[in-house]
C-alpha cells in the first residue's frame, strides 16, 4: 500500500511557475513509476508527466513538453512536478500517482493521491 499526498498548488498568473510535491508512505517508493495527471472541470483526466522508478526515463504530454519537468528523490520519497510558463488552460486539479508495472507511459496507475488544485489566471 502506497499513501500519496500533493502539495505546492495555487493561483498564479499565466506565464508564472510552480512546483508540485507528492510524498509517498512507504519504503518501496523506489519500485514504483510515478506520474501526475490532470482533471479539469467537465473533462477527462489525462497524464501529464510520468518517470520511471529510477527517474531515467520520462514522458510528458504535448501540451506540457519543453514547459512542466517531471522528476524524483527516492531518498526523499518524493516526486516533483516544475511547471514554468503556465497556461490557463493549464488549470486543473492535479494528482500524483504510483504504477507498479514497468510499462510507460500508462494510464493504469495503482494509487492515487488526493489532488492539488492549480489555478492559472490570463
Known amino acids: 500500500q502506497v499513501q500519496l499526498v500533493e502539495s505546492g498548488g495555487g493561483s498564479v498568473q499565466a506565464g508564472g511557475s510552480l512546483r508540485l510535491s507528492c510524498a509517498a508512505s512507504g519504503r518501496t517508493f523506489g519500485k514504483y513509476a510515478m506520474g501526475w495527471f490532470r482533471q479539469a472541470p467537465g473533462k477527462e483526466r489525462e497524464s501529464v508527466a510520468q518517470?520511471?522508478?529510477?527517474?531515467?526515463?520520462?514522458y510528458y504530454a504535448g501540451s506540457v513538453k519543453g514547459r512542466f519537468t517531471i522528476s524524483r528523490d527516492n531518498g526523499k520519497n518524493t516526486v516533483y512536478l516544475q511547471m514554468n510558463g503556465l497556461e490557463a488552460e493549464d488549470t486543473a486539479l492535479y494528482y500524483c500517482a504510483a504504477y507498479s508495472k514497468s510499462r510507460l507511459p500508462s494510464l493504469d496507475y495503482d494509487y492515487w493521491g488526493q489532488g492539488t488544485q492549480v489555478t492559472v489566471s490570463s
Open positions: 518517470v520511471s522508478w529510477n527517474g531515467f526515463n520520462t
